[in-house]
């Protein structure tokens, strides 16, 4: 009974703490799609008034998808690790994880964290060019004209960085889990031996 009660404690405390994570991979993937998602900056540029957008630059729009879409997936994730920890581990239990759904949380975080971190990365890659520009293509430094819009889409990826590695660590604690459900062959071996 002490070790179930211990087990129990145990598994309370993972899920916790994976909800931690969760919980704060979300607020960042949220903060990531709203900062690119509702930023705007008109300026005059030789008596033209351009405004630019999240729509002007295509990584940027699918930066504020894809962060949308992952702060959902954590959201629901997390309703789900707060479920784990209120209901007890028991054998019985209607949290006891299965196989086949251990391996569908890890496919979808993993596949969550490479889609954060890709979008991300080729949204950074935009800012780089919209920062620098690219004389080779003859294409102008944007961010001279547009400040605010750039600080704040600077601001949005950054939290997005954080984002895919909190999912990245995420996938990591799935992974865990996961492997958990299997014996070791250690174990399997002591125990025929006897």
């Known amino acids: 009974m002490d070790a179930a009660a211990a087990g129990r404690r145990m598994r309370s405390s993972e899920a916790r703490t994976e909800g931690l994570v969760r919980g704060a991979c979300a ?11 509702l930023d705007s900056q008109t300026e005059t540029v030789l008596l033209i008034r351009k405004k630019a957008t999240v729509k002007d630059v295509q990584a940027l729009w699918v930066l ?25 581990a028991g054998e019985d239990s209607p949290c006891r ?26 949204a950074a890659q935009s800012c780089l060019i919209a920062l620098d520009g690219a004389p080779a293509l003859q294409w102008n430094k944007v961010c001279n004209i547009y400040t605010r819009f750039c600080e704040q889409v600077a601001g949005s990826v950054a ?36």
């Open 27 to 37: 607020v960042l993937a949220l903060t990531a799609a709203l900062l690119v998602g």
């Open 159 to 194: 939290c997005a960085v954080l984002a895919a590695a909190g999912s990245a660590v995420l996938s990591a604690i799935s992974a865990r889990n996961l492997f958990r459900l299997y014996p070791s062959l250690s174990h399997s071996q002591s125990s025929s031996t006897k």
């Open 97 to 122: 994880s299965s196989r086949a759904l251990a391996w569908a949380w890890l496919l979808l975080d993993k596949g969550c964290a490479y889609v954060t971190f890709a979008v991300t990365i080729a």
């Open 64 to 88: 504020a998808v894809a962060a949308g879409a992952a702060a959902g997936y954590h959201l629901l994730h997390l309703l789900r690790c707060l479920y784990i920890g209120r209901c007890s």
